[in-house]
Antibody
């Protein structure tokens, strides 16, 4: 069955970097793009952008240009979200979601806590 | 960017009651709208896609409709397991945008 399994929770200090993984299984990884969604504590869902898993080209929503990086390890069917120079406002749960089928498949979410 | 104005922000309803949640798009998005339910600590679950199509495994008490740029999610007979937060999402153009969410509780 189709699964997206994300890496575990992270505790980081402001200014550090964090890398979140999203490992896909149950389908051909390069046939579907991977999207990223942010959910701050007690808040709604925010679209971050997506990465074309066939070409590796990322597309970022305006609020996520600069410190946020989407990349792939195609051989491992894994997509990554890296956040550089972490800020307090980056504290959130981050979800990956597969394109096609209207985001029927989501990872379980990865909580990133930013605290000095 | 397309704005999705979702209402109400919160809703309290009784078992077997009919519940309706709406999203107003800031411009034409055709049928490029989906509805999701999110339970605490969980990922969103797809309920409706293409504005009116029921996702696999979703109970038939859920339905979606469209009138121009206004989209509605209807729960025909509210059940205990329907509590949670509901979001609309437009996929007509990038960036895709979510509504702010509707928190549904049992009265």
């Amino acid at each position: 069955q189709i699964q997206l399994v994300q890496s575990g929770p992270e505790l980081k200090k402001p200014g550090e970097s964090v890398k979140i993984s999203c490992k896909a299984s149950g389908y051909t990884f390069t046939n579907y793009g991977m999207y990223w969604v942010k959910q701050a504590p007690g808040q709604g869902l925010q679209y971050m952008g997506w990465i074309n898993t066939e070409t590796g080209k990322p597309t970022y929503a305006d609020d996520f240009k600069g410190r946020f990086v989407f990349f792939l390890e195609t051989s491992a069917s894994t997509a990554y979200l890296q956040i550089n120079n972490l800020k307090n406002e980056d504290m959130a749960t981050y979800f990956c979601a597969r394109s096609g089928n209207w985001f029927a498949y989501w990872g379980q979410g990865t909580l990133v806590t930013v605290s000095s | 960017d397309i704005q999705m104005t979702q209402s109400p922000a919160s809703l309290s309803a009784s078992l077997d009651e009919i519940v309706t949640i709406t999203c107003q798009a800031s411009q034409d998005i055709g049928n490029w709208l989906a509805w999701y339910q999110q339970k605490p600590g969980k990922s969103p679950q797809l309920l409706i896609y293409g504005a009116t199509s029921l996702a696999d495994g979703v109970p038939s008490r859920f339905s979606g409709s469209r009138s121009g740029t206004q989209y509605s999610l209807k729960i025909s007979r509210l059940q205990v397991e329907d509590t949670g937060i509901y979001y609309c999402l437009q996929r007509y153009s990038a960036p895709n945008t979510f509504g702010a969410g509707t928190k549904l509780e049992l009265k």
